[in-house]
């Protein structure tokens, strides 16, 4: 497998506050108190990390339960006796996507095994941990995948799956339904080791969650991903002083955010969240569905209030508290609660994410700060472009590269079409082009010394000329394309592969449609590709 470096500052619509956090420069070090360079700090880290005895013997126990219920691997259980014996967690995460997701997901997975596995050779202990997002509730995210069809583009699989509207996506059960959604992803995919996984973990009665985690668990066991479902009632109930902190903090906690949102945008960076002075970190259930909590003014006291379609409940901070002390598991952080709440349930070494993550990173930390203390490393994720062999040579053939199909279906047909024209002809623009520059060249020299006001009518000459010399062009390439409709096919599907639907492929295509193509090994080649100190997107040719 090669390995070639794009660097994100060239990728369409990379947020200049993760091209910053990248290089870490002076006005991003504010919101990021540590560098994206793991091997920098985290020795230091490591020795200053605190995690009580009594919560990892909880947790511990909470991990061991759920992963057996998946059927963890030997490696998965030698992992958890190394976290329960003090192994330090390399977390990352993602909502339970439908057959496991994007590729970006298992980039995620691969991450956390590689940043852990540097540790442990810098002498830290530490595993591998992938926290599933079942809490969430927004299921029009999770409820499909896309993977080429046989024309190569884009056909996406949906479950009819459900629950009440607004129930977190733990509740969404799967049914019959599934069995068709299966046999689709069947007919695309062919027979292989990765359809079988997916059909031992997508099947009626599993939720979208519990299928995702049989999934992962069984594509991960060789490096003992440990897999945590953070719905379970236990890991709220030991997260619940973390709740009660939102809500006796909550004051305190929105001055911080909002002072936070005027620092990012007064640094010319945008806020991935907004936050108001009545926002409240936390939801909680009414009715099944997932309800926010809203902060406001009762005279001289405060009040909170769940609102939901039908009614307004308004409790006192104190009902509140105890309302969180008693039934835990009906509450759940938001998105800028939810990694504090993670960091306070494992002894987090480093998180692996996103662009959108590390924008949250930038706000949430001013919560760490407030409710434990310490504001936990992000580290970027790993990121890749796959590069399949037609597709290479058609690169190749073309002597284009991979950011050449990132910039407009229209704008890499004209390239490919002028790479197509035939060799005499460009040869004669070539030439043309240059006998331009020259001829001009001579004639301006020759003219400033005669009046230099003739100066600037010389370069509008040449302009004039050098346009007319590109609209020709222009129209020959246009000419070819109509000629020649192979090329219009070889753009669209070059497109398609390798930035389809104008996004990264990553984000766009399902990871299994990878792993059904080349197998499961496909894993141990991408990880082996990794390097934790190359912060660039990858393009791997296969």
């Known amino acids: 497998m090669k390995s070639q470096c794009l660097p994100f500052v060239q990728i369409p619509h990379t947020p ?19 560098s994206p360079y793991f091997r920098e700090w985290l020795k230091t880290e490591a020795s200053s990390l605190h995690y009580e005895p009594s919560r990892r013997e909880r947790v511990s126990t909470i991990l061991e339960r ?25 977390v990352t995460g993602q909502q339970v996507g439908l057959f496991g997701g994007p590729m970006f997901s298992v980039y995620k997975a691969l ?48 479950t009819s799956s459900h629950s009440i509207t607004g129930a977190p996506v733990s509740e969404v059960r799967l049914e019959e339904e599934i069995l068709p959604v299966l046999e689709e992803a069947a007919s695309l995919l062919g027979d292989c080791e990765a359809l079988q996984l997916l059909r031992h973990s ?54 911080a955010l909002l002072a936070r949102g005027q620092a990012l945008e007064r640094a ?47 409790l006192s901070s104190s009902e509140l508290i105890d309302r969180i002390s008693t039934m835990p598991e009906k509450f759940s952080p938001n998105v800028l609660l939810r990694p504090v709440v993670q960091d306070y349930l494992l002894p987090t070494l480093a998180y692996a ?58 704008a890499l047909r004209h390239t490919l079409a002028a790479r197509s024209l035939p060799a005499d002809l460009q040869a004669a623009f070539e030439r043309a082009g240059k006998s331009v520059t020259q001829s001009f060249s001579g004639l301006h020299e020759a003219l400033a010394k005669l009046d230099p006001t003739l100066v600037e009518a010389s370069q509008t000459g040449i302009s004039k000329v050098q346009y007319q010399l590109d609209r020709l062009r222009e129209r020959a390439m246009a000419a070819e ?13 070059l497109r398609q592969a390798l ?13 299994v449609y990878y792993l059904a193509r080349h197998g499961t090994e496909l894993l141990k080649n991408i990880c082996d590709s990794m390097h934790t100190d190359c912060l660039d997107h990858q393009v791997l040719e296969l």
């Open 16 to 34: 200049r506050l993760f091209t910053d956090f990248l290089s870490y420069s002076a006005s991003v070090r504010a919101f990021y108190p540590h």
């Open 66 to 90: 759920q992963n057996n219920t998946w059927g963890a691997s030997p490696q998965t259980s030698a992992n958890l006796d190394h976290f329960r014996r003090g192994a330090a967690a390399i």
């Open 111 to 158: 991450s956390a095994v590689k940043l852990a596995e540097e540790a442990k050779a810098a002498g830290v202990d530490a595993v591998p941990v992938f926290w599933l997002a079942t809490y969430d509730h927004d299921l029009a995210e999770v409820n499909h995948v896309s993977m080429p069809g046989p024309d190569g583009l884009l056909r996406t699989l949906t």
């Open 202 to 255: 997508y099947r009626p009665g599993e939720t979208l969650g519990s299928a995702f985690a049989r999934f992962y668990a069984r594509l991960f066991a060789p490096w003992g991903v440990i897999i945590l479902d953070a719905s379970d009632p236990e890991l709220h109930r030991v997260a619940a002083p973390v709740y009660r902190a939102a809500v006796e903090q909550s004051s305190e906690i929105a001055d």
């Open 268 to 314: 010319g960076y945008h806020q991935q969240v907004k936050v108001t002075s009545s926002s409240v970190l936390l939801f909680t259930l009414q009715g099944g569905a997932r309800t926010p909590i809203q902060r406001r003014a009762n005279g001289n006291s405060t009040e909170f209030v769940i609102a939901s379609e039908t009614a307004a409940e308004k």
């Open 353 to 410: 994410g996103g662009a959108a993550e590390a924008a949250y990173f930038a706000q949430a930390s001013a919560v760490y700060e407030k409710i434990l203390g310490r504001v936990t490393p992000i580290v970027p994720r790993f990121s890749a472009t796959l590069v399949e062999s037609r597709m290479q040579r058609w690169l190749k053939q073309y002597d284009i590269t991979v950011l050449d199909t990132f910039h407009g279906l229209e």
């Open 481 to 493: 394309l109509r000629r020649s409709e192979v090329v219009s096919r070889h753009a669209e599907a």
């Open 499 to 511: 930035y389809p639907e104008g996004a990264l492929q990553e984000r766009s295509v399902a990871g």
